[in-house]
């Protein structure tokens, strides 16, 4: 499989760049970060190709769930959260949903796996 992109929205400085470090560190990642949903819409809007979401809920601004409102794209969102009581309400269904913290090794297989499903999908189209 190639490089999989990875776009991280999290207002928390520190859990963008572990994750990042972390990816970086498996190889065979590629981390775009965005403070929230409304600066990820930018970077998507402006051309960010990705193949999978990692998406915080509780953000300032845009909340995860914002954004999964107004967003369409093809990637498939993980759920990223430490309240429970925010993933109710969510406009659809998330590929996975997962408590904070997270296992890296267990968001990296299931990245990957995201990404192997859009794949699949893209090529039965």
Do not use: C, W
């Amino acid at each position: 499989m190639s490089t999989v992109k990875v776009l991280v929205i999290d207002d928390d400085a520190r859990v963008q760049t572990v994750t990042k470090a972390y990816l970086n560190m498996l190889g065979g990642f590629e981390v775009i970060k965005a403070e929230n949903g409304a600066r990820a819409l930018e970077l998507l809007e402006a051309g960010a190709v990705v193949d999978v979401i990692v998406l915080d809920l509780n953000m300032p601004g845009m909340t995860g769930a914002q954004f999964m409102e107004r967003y369409r794209g093809p990637a498939p969102i993980m759920v990223v959260s430490g309240r429970a009581d925010m993933l109710e309400g969510l406009p659809y269904e998330p590929y996975a949903i997962e408590a904070k913290p997270i296992a890296m090794r267990h968001m990296a297989e299931t990245l990957r796996a995201a990404a192997a499903s859009r794949q699949r999908q893209e090529a039965q189209s």
